[in-house]
């Protein structure tokens, strides 16, 4: 007994072929963008991107067109070959057949071996049993006989007609158009036939391309409900690690749909549970620390106390005021914001206010523009923090004045600060982003702070899910650009 295929080996055989198809389209790309002229990869180049730009961007869109473009090609040749071959071929031999009948009628119409009454009576009970109604007009009646006209039937029928007799004839259709009148001459005037179009012609073609239309609406409808079952656990699993990314609770996701979207669903849960606990991890950490060193520094300064007033003295008393104050901020960064629920906040008025609560009393001129709506959903104290970070930078290293400009466009809030200060060299751009980090000794000698500002300020810009760059400023200064989503 042969064993029965393993459904996971054929797959793999099956996506191996596939997957030798792709290199093999690569390869011939290849060959085509090595080796073909300039003005071949050019308009090869240029069809791509235009291609691109006219599909549809979305999954949906993509499936749909996958599932559409082959059925309109299958509709399409169908209905040609049906055209060509079925709707031809019975419309031929029915108007064959219908000509054969006139020509006949025609034959007996010009029999003079009959009798006048005789050849009548003949004629109208052969019309009559061929469905078809004739009239004998007198001779004079022949000045309203025309050619045929370019319509596929009587062409048809003329041929018909044609191939029997040498009589001269002519094909119209009634006025009222659902007749068709074939006039010839015989012996005795000039007999009219009259039928039904339907008679001579395959009437029943519509309800096929009716019957094909309507399925393959049915089908794309069909198909777009599953489709749209199918991308739905996609857009989810982007909505909920967009979430994630911009620090907003992730609520009521669960892994749903085709088996790798469930396999992209739980890594991503997988990997929010572990940046969760270590980031837990990290701030029960560093709290702990902070809070041992704290005991210890007020041993210290409970000490330094009981000790007599003195020059050294009082030189120990402001480092340890200074570490207290480090330490505190340090904490307050370990235990980051990440636990603040965003809510709705007014960005411009927030703005204007760290300025006037920090640049004009330092006596800087501020400078402050704002662009778009200032509405955004955001952790407020976090923002704020971070604002008042690159805000307190620049009045600390800068001169004379401030200059924010803020701007909310296609998604995105930027905030520019800059000041006319000493600005930061480009090697060091990155590093200033490091926890205590402060340029040279020398720059800083008496400014205070711990060097915690801008890591602050980038941990808060990231777990909104934006990100804060320096560089240098046209006014001489820094110049720091936060973009964040909104
Ligand atoms: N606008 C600026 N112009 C020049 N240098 C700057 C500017 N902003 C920051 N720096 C440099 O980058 C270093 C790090 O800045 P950061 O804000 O992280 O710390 P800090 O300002 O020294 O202390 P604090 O924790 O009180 O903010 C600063 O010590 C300073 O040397
Ligand atoms: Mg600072």
């Not at 609520?251 to 969760?276: K, T």
């Not at 007014?346 to 006596?363: F, K, Y």
């Not at 930061?424 to 800083?444: G, H, K, M, T």
């Amino acid at each position: 007994m042969t064993p029965a295929p393993d459904p996971t080996e054929t797959r793999g055989r099956v996506a191996a072929a596939l997957d030798r198809l792709d290199d093999l389209i690569r390869h011939v790309r290849w060959l085509v963008a090595r080796y073909s002229p300039r003005v071949v990869r050019r308009a090869w180049v240029g069809a791509g991107h235009a291609i691109n730009r006219s599909l549809p961007k979305g999954l949906l869109g993509r499936s749909l067109l996958i599932v559409v473009v082959p059925m309109l090609i299958l509709l399409g040749v169908l209905t040609g070959v049906f055209m060509d071959r079925h709707w031809m071929l019975v419309t031929q031999r029915l108007s064959d057949a219908v000509a054969g009948s006139i020509v006949g009628l025609a034959n007996i119409s010009d029999n003079t071996a009959l009798s006048d009454p005789l050849r009548d009576d003949v004629v109208n009970s052969a019309a009559k049993a061929m469905g078809l109604s004739v009239q004998i007009l007198p001779t004079s009646e022949i000045g309203r006989v025309r050619r045929a006209s370019s319509d596929i039937v009587h062409a048809m029928l003329a041929d018909g007609i044609v191939k029997r007799t040498h009589m001269p004839f002519s094909i119209r259709d009634t006025s009222d158009g659902n007749r068709i009148e074939v006039r010839m001459i015989v012996h005795s005037g000039v007999l009219k036939v009259d039928f039904a179009r339907s008679l001579a012609y395959a009437a029943n073609w519509h309800f096929f391309l009716v019957w094909m239309v309507g399925t393959a609406l049915f089908l794309v409808l069909v198909s777009l409900i599953f489709l749209r079952n199918q991308i739905r656990p996609i857009e989810r699993l982007a909505a909920a690690a967009d979430a994630f990314g911009r620090g907003r609770p992730v609520e009521g996701f669960a892994p749903s749909g085709a088996r790798e979207v469930r396999q992209a669903a739980h890594a991503f849960i997988g990997m929010r549970r572990r940046l969760e606990r270590q980031i837990e991890q990290r701030t029960t950490m560093l709290a702990g620390v902070g809070h041992d060193l704290k005991t210890i520094l007020t041993r210290f300064r409970l000490g330094l106390a009981l000790l007599p007033d003195g020059e050294e003295t009082a030189d120990l008393r402001s480092d340890v005021a200074e570490m207290e104050a480090m330490l505190e901020a340090y904490v307050d960064f370990a235990r980051g914001d990440a636990d603040e629920t965003p809510q709705p906040l007014d960005v411009e008025a927030t703005i204007s206010d760290c300025l006037r609560q920090m640049a004009e009393p330092a006596g800087r001129t501020v400078h402050f523009a704002f662009t778009g709506d200032g509405a955004l959903t955001l952790r407020p104290t976090a923002f704020r923090r971070l604002i008042a970070n690159l805000i307190g930078n620049a009045v600390r290293y800068g001169r004379t004045a401030v200059w924010v400009t803020a701007e909310r466009r296609e998604g995105w809030l930027s905030v520019t600060i800059e000041d006319d200060g000493p600005g930061i060299p480009s090697d060091e751009l990155e590093a200033v982003f490091r926890p205590f980090y402060r340029l040279d000794a020398a720059r800083n000698q008496d400014v205070p702070g711990t060097g915690l500002g801008l890591a602050i300020a980038r941990d808060v810009a990231r777990s909104h899910g934006g990100d804060i760059e320096l560089g240098p400023s046209p006014r001489g200064g820094l110049k720091a650009t936060v973009r964040l989503p909104a």
